[in-house]
């Protein structure tokens, strides 16, 4: 099995990418806006990813945390809220707002569970600074990293009560920066000290079954790398100080943050001490430099792996009454 994440082209597997993906034997698939038609559709595609990797938890992701991220969208699925919504909860009724959020959660699983996607990258535990860049920014559960937390506990309960595996991002942190890594690299020049506040969510929260790194260079720990590809970062500050144990992905390889082919962004990044690389665009050509460039998955990586896919307890629940519990308590606000 390879250590990687591939993404798909299209509503349905090619020839091509049925032939590839048989050969590579990818650690799982993540799924975008381009391959989410109708509910239907959506079954038949991870009902064949399944099949065709003959893992029936092969790890199907998608990237659902409500509000602008969202790749299943009305009028086919209902429209979730992102993290402001809850932050503005919070401020008024605590409890509520942690309450809430867990419904929210439960809700949107059972949404994925249905189409067979079994792992949600989120929740954010990025810390929202002053100086946040809005594509970070806009989605947080706040300023205050009890309150981050906290609301990200919930997230990560309810995603899994709904037998969705949550995936905690983007680590060690991304609050700080002031540009979007989509398209330009960011560089945090706070202290080790200042740092401790970011990492502060990640740590109570080291107990997650994944997690996703962020492109970010922060100086105070490594000025030459950003935590993707930095050694240092993973071994002394994801693993080390925040504790974290799960499997660990990284965020998307093709942005622009990350410099290089992406069969070298991923070879760098598993050499780094990533678990896995997470490449989403189905390009066919990088796909197949990635997997010629990457050994097989270490068995570290396989056993964090079959933790974080056993680590669900599905109950049942409606979901009409989730969301009008989740509705009734974000009135508070």
Known sequence: ???????????ELTADERAFFREADPLGYILFKRNCVDRAQMRALTDSLRELSGRADVPVLIDQEGGRVARMQPPE?????????????????????????RANAQALALMLAEVGVNVNCAPLLDVRQSETTPAVGERTFGSEPMQVAAL?????????????????????????????SHYELPVVKASEAELERDIAPFRTL????????????????????????????????????????????????DM?????????????????????????WARMEEMVEIAGRLGDASEATLARLERAMASVRPEEAPMDALLAKRDELLALA
Do not use: Q
Request: hydrophobic share 45%.
């Open 1 to 11: 099995m390879k250590p990687v994440i591939f993404g798909l082209s299209g509503a």
């Open 77 to 101: 699925w209902p429209a979730f809220p992102a993290g402001p919504a809850f932050d503005s909860l919070y401020d008024r009724a605590p409890s509520s707002a942690i309450e809430a959020v």
């Open 152 to 180: 990200g506990r919930a997230m990560l309960d309810g995603l899994a009560k709904g037998g969705v595996v949550g995936v905690v991002k983007h680590m060690p942190g991304h609050g700080r920066g002031v540009v979007d």
């Open 256 to 280: 622009k943050a990350l410099s290089g082919t992406a069969g070298e962004k991923a070879a760098a990044a598993i050499a780094a001490g990533c678990d896995v690389a997470l490449d989403c």
């Open 206 to 253: 080291n107990g997650a079954p994944m997690g996703m790194t962020c492109h970010v260079v922060f100086e105070a720990w490594d000025a030459d790398r950003p935590a993707t590809l930095s050694p240092t970062v993973i071994s002394e500050v994801i693993r080390g100080r925040i504790g974290f144990d799960g499997l660990l992905m990284t965020d998307d390889i």
